[in-house]
């Protein structure tokens, strides 16, 4: 069961580094684009991506917490 949850863990960070990823690449795009709608359509869905992959990362540590000690 804990390997289990040390691997869904897993895949859920690396789905949250992924979404990151995109997010940057909207990101980057946008930058390029000045200040038309498009960018601010793309700065708009890089956000929103930032959020995801942070509920993401909140969900890994519920599954599996860190553990040691303090």
Known sequence: MKDEDAKAAKRL???ALRVRGAAEALG???SQLND?????LLRLQAGILRDGA?????RALAVDPPKGRA
């Not at 038309?36 to 601010?40: D, E, G, N, R």
């Not at 942070?54 to 909140?58: A, M, S, Y």
């Open 13 to 15: 960070r690396d789905g």
């Open 28 to 30: 980057d795009r946008a």
């Open 36 to 40: 038309s709608m498009m960018a601010h």
């Open 54 to 58: 942070e509920v993401l990362d909140k």
